[in-house]
Structures are given as C-alpha cells and as structure tokens.
C-alpha cells in the first residue's frame, strides 16, 4: 500500500461540538491505501464520523515516500502515524470569523 498526502477545507457540522467554537479547518492527512479514490473516501469517512463538513479538496491525493517528509517532524510523525494505523489527519483550526474574518457555517 501507498501513503498519500491530501489536504482538506472542512467546516464543522451543526450536530458538531465544535460548532459554536470553530469556523473552520485545514487539514493535512496522511492515509495509507492502495489508490487515491480509496485515501480519499476513507478521510471523508473519518471527518464525517468526527463531525466535519467538507468545504474544499485543497490538494488532490499524491502519493509520498516517508524520505520527504523527513525535514518536518510533524509530518515524518504523521507518516509513522499512516503507516502504523492506517490514516493521520493534522487540524489546522481557526475559531468562527478567524480565517478572513469569514465564517464557515
């Protein structure tokens, strides 16, 4: 199986705890699969179980070797992470209005 890296906009869903406290994200995942369409569809599956709305796919999955994500800690640990378990979402969050003074929902 591959690793792909994919980047994600999501909003927070109204049944979402977060809702009332956070605007909106930018997620960085790294799944392990054997295609895109397959990393893809189990991100979507993991946001919609943990409450989050896709806004935008900010960057098609791409496959990637752990070798660059070596300069990045955060991400070499995501990789590790993907590898060992399958999937690792990074949440860059913003509370409502934060990102552009626009929210989300």
């Known amino acids: 199986m ?10 927070p869903a109204p049944h979402s705890e977060d809702f009332a406290t956070v605007g909106g994200a930018i ?3 790294l799944v392990r ?3 895109p369409e397959a ?3 189990a991100a979507m599956a993991y946001f919609r179980d ?8 900010e960057h ?3 496959p990637v070797a752990r070798a660059q ?12 992470e993907a590898e060992a378990h ?3 979402h990074l949440f860059h969050l913003w509370p409502p209005g934060g990102e552009d003074d626009a929210p989300l929902h």
């Open 50 to 57: 943990d409450g989050w709305e896709l806004v935008a796919v």
């Open 39 to 41: 990393a893809h569809a």
């Open 27 to 29: 997620v960085h995942s």
């Open 86 to 88: 399958g999937e690792c």
């Open 69 to 80: 994500c070596e300069d990045d800690p955060e991400f070499l640990d995501a990789w590790d």
């Open 33 to 35: 699969a054997d295609t």
């Open 2 to 11: 591959t690793i792909y890296a994919v980047q994600y906009a999501l909003r």
């Open 60 to 62: 098609q999955p791409s």
